[in-house]
């Protein structure tokens, strides 16, 4: 069974840092996998999908990596804004063709 | 487009009350999901359909609960009776093409069993 986890749980940084988030997940026979920003109270954006045959994507200040053969992806966020501040959520897509999700990381970005 | 749309965002209700959730899928999308989410668990995919048709319902917690997509731009969530386990936020969202393809959430329903 596939167990997705996300560390840190919580992250707070000053404006401008750049930070890793990270995601390991137990069964490396994934399909693809995906991150997701979640804003409170409302539903999940998606921000990057990564394919298994890829090792990265980026979009904007962005990029997310995938060692699929060590159960691992992070998401970098550069030069951090104050409207970064969300959950960011991994979720790896298996060969059932179901995404499983970790439990998130709550950022916070203070001016 | 306007994107998945959730009614109602809030609800409160009794134990023991009928309670119906209801999701508009994108246009052209041909698969919804139907997830759950809690502080303690996370989020949690309760039941999709790819073409109107429930493919995969495992995440269903129990009889109380059930999932009809009569047709490919609605689709309704039912627990029946509800209890206050079930308050939890109540995602919908839909794709095209692959199931673990790109997903695109609604802005979810708050539910709240007392």
């Given at each position: 069974?596939?167990?997705?986890?996300?560390?840190?749980?919580?992250?707070?940084?000053?404006e401008g840092e750049n930070l890793v988030l990270n995601c390991s997940f137990t069964d490396s026979a994934i399909y693809n996998l995906q991150w997701f920003r979640q804003d409170p109270g409302k539903g999940l954006t998606s921000l990057l999908l990564i394919q298994s045959s890829q090792r990265e994507q980026?979009?904007?200040?962005?990029?997310?990596?995938?060692?699929?053969?060590?159960g691992r992806s992070t998401l970098y966020i550069a030069a951090s804004q104050p409207g970064d501040s969300a959950t960011y959520l991994c979720a790896?897509?298996?060969?059932?063709?179901?995404?499983?999700?970790?439990?998130?990381?709550?950022?916070?970005?203070?001016? | 487009d306007a994107g998945v749309i959730q009614s109602p965002r809030h609800e409160v209700?009794?134990?023991?009350?009928?309670?119906?959730?209801r999701c508009k899928p994108i246009?052209?999308?041909n698969?919804?999901?139907?997830?759950?989410?809690?502080?303690?668990?996370?989020?949690?995919?309760?039941?999709?359909?790819n073409n109107n048709v429930p493919i995969d319902d495992s995440g269903m917690p129990e009889d109380r609960f059930s999932a009809k997509m009569p047709n490919a731009?609605?689709?309704?969530?039912?627990?029946?009776?509800?209890?206050?386990?079930?308050?939890?936020v109540y995602f919908c969202a839909s794709s095209f093409g692959s199931p673990i393809g790109e997903q695109f959430f609604g802005p979810g329903t708050r539910l709240t069993v007392l």
């Open positions: 069974k596939q167990e997705v986890t996300q560390i840190p749980a919580a992250l707070s940084v000053p980026t979009s904007g200040r962005l990029n997310a990596s995938l060692d699929k053969s060590s790896p897509g298996g060969n059932n063709r179901k995404l499983i999700w970790g439990l998130g990381t709550s950022l916070a970005v203070n001016p | 209700t009794e134990m023991g009350q009928e309670v119906t959730l246009s052209g999308h698969s919804l999901f139907w997830y759950r989410q809690t502080m303690m668990r996370g989020l949690e995919l309760l039941i999709y359909f731009s609605f689709s309704t969530l039912k627990i029946q009776p509800s209890e206050p386990r079930d308050s939890a």
